[in-house]
């Protein structure tokens, strides 16, 4: 199974994966949540994310699902997945990428989930009121 790292600032990551574990299901296994707090050094985080990978590290692969590009997240992880052949480092987690992740990272493989994901995401992104004013 394809594994999964969620990591974030505060407890959005935790939050986000409540969520999507009430949608879809409880994810018993393969499922990792990094939460970074201002109060962390730069080296706890880190370490923090070293140790996630080092226990989630798959064959099938890791998906890194952070919360916005550019941030200390996404930051710390582009060094440490540089060097894991079939890791995926996708930014802007949303709920709707979430449950995509968590629904198919049993079925389908690392490129197809990893574009499932973002595709999903960019759906769940959209202004739906003006929808109901169309004539």
Known sequence: MINIIVITHGEFGAYLIEAAEGIV??????LKNVSISPRMTLERVKEAVAAAIEEMRSEDGLVFLIDMPGGTPMNVVLPLA?????SA???GVNINMMTSAFAYRGSLDFDRLQTKIVDDGRKAICEVKSLLMKK
């Not at 299901?25 to 393969?30: E, S």
């Not at 540089?82 to 079939?86: F, G, M, P």
């Open 89 to 91: 480092v996708i930014c």
């Open 82 to 86: 540089k060097d894991i052949d079939k």
């Open 25 to 30: 299901g409880a994810q018993n296994a393969g």
